[in-house]
């Protein structure tokens, strides 16, 4: 068993999703009709590892949590998950795999039905896995009890309304954790919640990995809070991997010059900002024509000739590995 539980959980190979997109009018202004979301993106999660996917808007990461859950069907690559390829997967087995594999939404309030309790909300997963209603109580304390929400008979017969924003997420995350999953993407799960709430959810994600050893992706466009929580990071670009290492390796000496601009970037409270904070100019080019050689190069101060004819490869380079040709 121990010499079993030292493969990946997530064992990922070349994972391709490329959404078809407008048709004609795209031709006509000389775009492509694919929006290559995800881009031949390679990488592994360990058994109880925390792993931080970074990057701007638009570059992939919810495109890549999906995949992950089985909530889109790949266009190419493989994705190996507790040895088996998801791809294959169906009727109980499926049913099995949505159990162990949990999402975690931006928002609290669209991941919730608003005209149920909130015992109603986490009772829910319950029934689906036919688990006895004599033992729903008791789980539902222990849930509530993990995400640091005490006395339950507090919130028990409130509806989504009458919690604030950081009290709901936590309901959801106590949701998703309900049935014990193997396997969470949180998708942006502080983002829309006021700052001075955040470091509270934040602490629970922390208080989770380390309590249940959980396995998670962590979806986030700022660096300041995926290194709260995860010990590794991968950066995403247009829907390629650029960098992939140790949170702290990439904060204190970022390797790849998208990495760099990241790190650099001054932080903003609001995601939803139409500025363009990173310090490499405009915004990321459409994602239905991105540029020839690296998708990076026409942002980056170091680019040269070999950057518009040959794609960089992610290659090791020390404790981690980077997508670059200056590397
Ligand atoms: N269902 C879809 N159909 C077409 N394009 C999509 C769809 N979902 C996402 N996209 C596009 O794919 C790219 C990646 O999106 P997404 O994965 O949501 O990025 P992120 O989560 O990093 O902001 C974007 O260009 C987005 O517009
Ligand atoms: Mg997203």
Do not use: W
């Amino acid at each position: 068993m121990a010499a079993e539980r030292s493969d990946p959980l997530v064992s990922i190979r070349d994972a391709k999703l490329h959404y078809r997109v407008g048709g004609a009018l795209s031709a006509l202004r000389g775009l492509t009709n694919v929006v290559k979301a995800v881009d031949g993106v390679t990488f592994e999660i360990g058994r109880g590892e925390s792993v931080g996917l970074l990057g701007e808007s638009g570059c992939g990461k919810s495109s890549m949590g999906r995949l992950l859950l089985k909530l889109e069907t790949a266009t190419g690559g493989e994705i190996v998950f507790d040895g088996a390829d998801i791809a294959g997967l169906k009727g109980q087995e499926l049913r099995n795999y949505r159990a162990r594999t949990q999402l975690i939404f931006q928002n609290p309030f669209d991941a919730v039905n608003p005209r149920y309790t909130i015992r109603a909300i986490l009772a829910e997963p319950l029934e689906n896995a036919g688990i006895a209603k004599a033992e729903h109580e008791t789980k539902i304390a222990a849930a509530l009890e993990l995400v640091r929400l005490p006395q339950p008979e507090q919130y028990l017969d409130r509806y989504p309304h009458q919690l604030s924003g950081g009290q709901l997420q936590r309901v959801v995350m106590a949701r998703a954790l309900i049935l014990q999953p193997d396997f969470v993407v949180a998708d942006e799960p502080v983002s829309m919640l006021d700052v001075s709430v955040r470091a509270g959810v934040l602490n629970v994600f922390r208080d989770v990995r380390d309590r249940l050893g959980l396995t998670a992706i962590y979806i986030s466009h700022d660096l300041a809070l995926v290194r709260y929580v995860c010990e590794r990071t991968i950066v995403m670009y247009l829907g390629k991997v650029m960098e992939d290492g140790p949170t702290e390796d990439i904060v204190h000496e970022p390797l790849h010059p998208y990495s760099k601009a990241l790190v650099a970037a001054v932080p903003v409270p609001h995601p939803d900002q139409s500025h363009d904070p990173l310090p490499i100019g405009r915004g990321a080019p459409d994602p239905r024509n991105p540029p020839s050689g690296c998708v990076f190069r026409d942002r980056c101060p170091k680019a040269f000739d070999r950057c518009a004819s040959e794609t960089p490869l992610l290659r090791e380079v020390g404790s981690r590995k980077v997508a670059c040709h200056l590397f």
